[in-house]
């Protein structure tokens, strides 16, 4: 969901129309499958890997290879990891068998046999898996959001670094803005299908909020709390608090870069300092301890 949950102005539309997986999506009846309706809704993962690529190697001068996708799901980015170079292994760590299930049905499935065996799937809470280690563990879709309390927070940042390989990076997504806590509907249209994000409450006290999904079919019909999410909105100042508790040495910040002439975010993150008070926004942080030894 990285380009969701925000208001429209500052959102990008040109990551769906980069995704090389658009050209493979199916139609018929798999396309009233949640998990399918999903993806094509709210993730685009080659998307983010130049991003990835780009901050690994200004650390570290070579490229990564071995990924760990936490919260993996249906384990789509592990999938299109291993079809990106040759040479990329990735790990999918998920607690929802049934999720898991279907992700080896169709996302490993169309992968080459040798393909396949550079996937590792586990069926295991994130708080512990942390071997084998990795370049880049991956928390996206703010799936971490769901660790609703300070220390429940650094417990998962602490085994997220202790997963990493020397010169590894931790990377995850973090949204906001003031239009991020109203309560409303947003709804975005697809081929066949119309994508609609829901705030559904936000608690100022405790800054706990849930989101619902829900799909419906231009035809007729649709999927009402396809997916329901009872997170805690975190700031980036929590967030880095926490990464540096959790034994982290640096965390950068990437803010989302904007389209002038659309007014939506545009895909491109550099790091900064500051960023704009725009109504919502999508960033990234990006923590690590040191470079790789050579
Ligand atoms: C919002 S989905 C994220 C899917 C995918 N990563 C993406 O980018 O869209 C969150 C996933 O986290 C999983 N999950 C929740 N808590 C977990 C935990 N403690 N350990 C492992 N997986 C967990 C859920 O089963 C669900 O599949």
């Not at 949950?5 to 959102?11: C, D, E, L």
């Not at 990835?52 to 190697?57: C, E, G, K, M």
């Not at 545009?266 to 050579?294: M, T």
Request: charged share 30%; with cysteine.
């Amino acid at each position: 969901m990285s380009n969701q949950p925000v208001s429209r102005r500052r959102r990008s539309s040109s990551r769906k129309q980069k995704s090389r997986r658009r050209t493979l999506t199916p139609r018929g009846p798999k396309s009233r499958d949640r998990h399918w309706l999903y993806q094509e809704s709210v993730q685009s993962p080659d998307v983010h890997f130049g991003f990835f690529d780009r901050a690994y190697r200004r650390l570290n001068g070579s490229t990564p290879r071995v990924l760990k996708e936490d919260f993996c799901g249906t384990a789509l980015l592990a999938s299109e990891w291993v079809e990106w170079r040759r040479e990329n292994t990735a790990i999918g760590v998920d607690l929802h068998a049934p999720t898991l299930a279907w992700g080896k049905k169709y996302n490993l499935a169309r992968l080459t046999p040798e393909q396949r065996a550079r996937v590792r799937l586990q069926r295991a809470n994130v708080l512990h898996v942390t071997r084998p280690r990795a370049d880049l563990v991956v928390a996206l879709n703010f799936s971490y959001f769901i660790f609703r309390t300070r220390d429940a927070l650094r417990e998962y940042f602490r085994a997220a670094r202790r997963s990493l390989a020397p010169g590894g990076m931790f990377i995850g997504d973090i949204f906001g803005g003031w239009d991020t806590q109203k309560p409303k509907t947003e709804r975005t249209r697809h081929s066949g299908f119309t994508y609609l994000w829901e705030m559904d409450r936000f608690d100022p006290v405790t800054n706990f909020v849930r989101f619902h999904i829900h799909f419906e079919f231009r035809d007729r019909g649709g999927i009402r709390r396809a997916f329901t999410y009872d997170w805690r909105l975190w700031s980036i100042p929590e967030i880095r608090e926490i990464l540096h508790e959790a034994g982290f040495r640096h965390v950068d910040i990437y803010w989302e870069g904007i389209d002038r002439r659309s007014g939506h975010g545009n895909s491109v993150f550099r790091r900064a300092e500051r960023g704009e008070n725009a109504p919502g926004w999508i960033a990234f942080f990006v923590a690590y301890d040191g470079a790789k030894r050579r």
